[in-house]
């Protein structure tokens, strides 16, 4: 190994290392706050129509807005500026516990769900850009796995303290006010460590492969995936529907417990997908296709055991979205467009989940659960489907 070579790959796993550090206090954050954020909302007085509605719609905010920021920051060149933005404006978060009324908290939580948008796909163009030499897969699969290690902590951290405190939700919130200080204090290290190398690495990336694309510059392969994408998170219930559903046989510190153990099974398996997707391809991605309809038959059982092993299959489903998904984003496209792709990705994803959250609702408030049980079993054929047609135009 020639010493450019051993140079690149170093960088790249520094990369690795501190793009992880700065998620895993962000997800100390925002993960911290998503596991309580509907009973939070419930005790200002907020009903479960208005609940539903503002979490979904924060979820496709967090994804849809990721297609301009990304069209922004590829033609800005202005990655570093998003991803400052972005983990800055989890001030909000803390701030939670100053709401008082449902509606602040509401506007809130969905500041933070647009800052997510921001800084994603900036993130993952830096990220995909600078460990190109140690394989897009194992980048994403371990730089979730440290991102899950702060998505573990958070919402342990909150359970703990509504525990000792009786469910104190000003302390609880005002908490995170000290993982968001060391949190901007790690990314302006970082950026003074990284950003020459991640300047060089975009400028001297080139095209790897010729594709014959549409006028917007995308393979239908690509077009192709995020309609599966699309379909494969529609027909999978939301994990903020599974806990609702807990909520009635759980208290609110266990329902934290709860996120917790789904953040901790997709820490797991975030890794090994990503290890299997660089060693057989976009193919694995069939078997969280598959696996997406478990957690719905599961959770619709409503009961304790039940509610847990959906809570199970929702987090290894989640850790291979939160990383092959997005690893097959920067197979399909070139670098040029990446932080585009990433964004057209980010809102096909956050699409799907709006629809799902929306019909799942329905059909929960409905009593409708064989037939929500159907539907997603459908959904996730059809997705696997139209994933083989993808695969096969590339």
């Known amino acids: 190994m020639d010493s450019e070579s051993y140079d690149t790959r170093k960088v790249a796993y520094i990369a690795i290392l501190s793009f992880g550090l700065v998620s895993l206090f962000g997800d100390i954050i925002y993960e911290g706050a998503r596991g309580i954020i509907s009973p939070y909302l419930q ?12 979490v979904s719609l ?35 978060i803390p701030l939670l516990a100053f709401a008082g009324y449902w509606q602040i908290a509401i506007i809130l939580v969905l500041i933070e769900r647009t800052a997510k948008a921001f800084r994603s796909p900036a993130r993952d163009t830096l990220l995909s850009a600078t460990t190109k030499d140690v394989g897009t897969g194992k980048a994403f699969g371990f730089h979730e796995l440290m991102d899950q290690l702060g998505a573990v902590s958070g919402p342990l951290i909150i359970a703990l303290i509504l525990y000792f405190t009786g469910n104190n939700y000003f302390q609880a919130f005002s908490t995170l006010f000290v993982p968001y200080i060391i949190l901007m204090i790690i990314l302006s290290i970082v950026y003074i460590k ?11 990336i080139g095209e790897k492969r010729v594709m ?6 995308f393979s239908a392969a690509f077009i192709l995936y995020n309609l599966a994408v699309i379909i494969n998170t529609a027909g999978l219930i939301n994990v903020q529907l599974i806990l609702y559903l807990a909520g009635f046989i759980m208290e609110p510190w266990l329902i934290s417990i709860l996120y917790l153990m789904v953040q901790g099974v997709d820490a797991i398996f975030a890794p ?13 991605l069939a078997i969280p296709f598959a696996l997406s309809a478990i957690p719905t038959i599961f959770a619709l059982m409503r009961d304790y055991n039940s509610i847990i092993i959906s809570c199970i299959f929702f987090g290894i489903i989640l850790g291979m979205q939160e990383s092959i998904y997005r690893a097959a984003v920067s197979d399909l496209t070139t670098v040029e467009r990446r932080g585009t792709a990433y964004g057209i990705f980010y809102t096909s994803y956050g699409l799907g989940f709006l629809i799902g959250g929306a019909i ?3 059909f929960i408030d409905s009593n409708l659960f064989v037939t929500a049980i159907i539907y997603s079993v459908i959904a996730q054929l059809l997705a696997i489907i139209i994933l083989s047609l993808s695969q096969r135009k590339e």
């Not at 301009?68 to 800055?88: E, N």
């Not at 020459?196 to 001297?204: F, I």
């Open 58 to 92: 924060g979820d496709f905010l967090g994804y849809s807005l990721r297609m301009i920021s990304g069209y922004i920051a590829d033609v800005k060149k202005s990655y570093w500026l998003f991803v400052f933005l972005g983990y800055g404006l989890l001030i909000s």
């Open 194 to 204: 990284i950003n020459p190398y991640t300047s060089k690495a975009l400028s001297e």
């Open 272 to 284: 090994i997908s990503g290890h299997l997707y660089d060693k057989y391809g976009r193919k694995i």
């Open 212 to 217: 014959k694309g549409s006028d917007s510059g």
């Open 360 to 362: 799942f609702g329905w």
């Open 43 to 54: 005790s200002l007085g907020a009903t479960a129509l208005i609940i539903g509605v503002a």
